[in-house]
C-alpha cells in the first residue's frame, strides 16, 4: 500500500504512468531468489534533466537471478524539443545521430514502452540520480507525475562495499567498465542503453553472489 506521501504524489499521474501506478511494486521483503527487476539505461544530450534531453531508453528485465534476455528492449526517441538543433558533440559519446533520433519514437511511445515493461518490477540502475532524474522529468511533461518506484543501485552498493573495505573510491573507480572489470565481468562497448543496461544487469548478479543479502530490502537506495 501506498504511503500517505506516495499517494499524493502519484495521484496527479495520467495515461500511461496511471496503469503503471495502478499495479504494485515487488515488497521490500521479497527474496531475491525471486525479486522482479528491470535494468535500465538511458542516454542523453548532457547531464542535466531540466535542461538536458532524453535519447534512447534501454532495459532488459531479470527474473530472480535469471536475466531475460527475451526482455530486452531498446527506443530511441525522436523528442519535438531537440529537432531544431543538433546533439552536437554528445554524438561522440552515445552515438546517435540527428538522422537516427528523427527516425525513432515520440517521447510518449518511448515511455509507454517502458512503463510496460517496469510495471511490477523494482528499477536496477548504475548511478540512480542519471536514470531516475532523466525520466521523472519526461514523466511529468507528459504524465503530470515523477517516477516513483523501488531502485536497487549498483553504483551504490559497490561504493558502499568499497568504503567497508576502507577502500574510498575515487575519481573513475565506480564507472560500470571498472566496476564491472573488478569482478572479472567482460567489457562492453559503452554508452549504448540496452548494452550498458545488459552490463548492469549481469554487475547486479556478480553483486548478489558476492553479498550476504537474501532479500530486496537492503540493496534498495
Not at 51 to 69: E, F, M, Q, R, Y
Not at 150 to 160: G, Y
Request: with cysteine; net charge neutral.
Amino acid at each position: 500500500m501506498f504511503g500517505f506521501g506516495k499517494a499524493r504524489k502519484t495521484a496527479t499521474a495520467t495515461g500511461a504512468l496511471k496503469d503503471f501506478y495502478a499495479v504494485a511494486a515487488p515488497d521490500k521483503n521479497t527474496p531475491l531468489t525471486q525479486a522482479p527487476l528491470l535494468a535500465v539505461d538511458v542516454e542523453t544530450t548532457g547531464l542535466e534533466p531540466g535542461k538536458d534531453h532524453l535519447l534512447s531508453i534501454g532495459w532488459v528485465a531479470l527474473n530472480g537471478l535469471s536475466i531475460d534476455a527475451g526482455s530486452a528492449g531498446h527506443v530511441i526517441i525522436d523528442n519535438p524539443d531537440t529537432r531544431d538543433t543538433s546533439v552536437g558533440h554528445s554524438a561522440t559519446i552515445h552515438g546517435l545521430t540527428d538522422d537516427a533520433l528523427a527516425a525513432g519514437h515520440s517521447p510518449q511511445q518511448a515511455l509507454d514502452a517502458f512503463l510496460a515493461a517496469l510495471r511490477g518490477r523494482a528499477m536496477l540502475v548504475h548511478y540512480a540520480a542519471m536514470e531516475k532524474g532523466f525520466l521523472s522529468h519526461a514523466l511529468k511533461q507528459h504524465y503530470g507525475a515523477g517516477l516513483d518506484v523501488p531502485i536497487v543501485d549498483t553504483f551504490a552498493l559497490e561504493r558502499r562495499h568499497m568504503e567497508r573495505m576502507f577502500t574510498y573510491p575515487r575519481g573513475e573507480d565506480l564507472r560500470l567498465p571498472r566496476v564491472r572489470s573488478r569482478y572479472g565481468l567482460p567489457h562492453y562497448r559503452s554508452h549504448n542503453a540496452l548494452t550498458d543496461a545488459l552490463a548492469c544487469a549481469e554487475l547486479y548478479l556478480a553483486l548478489v553472489a558476492h553479498g550476504k543479502a537474501t532479500t530486496l530490502k537492503p540493496l534498495l537506495i
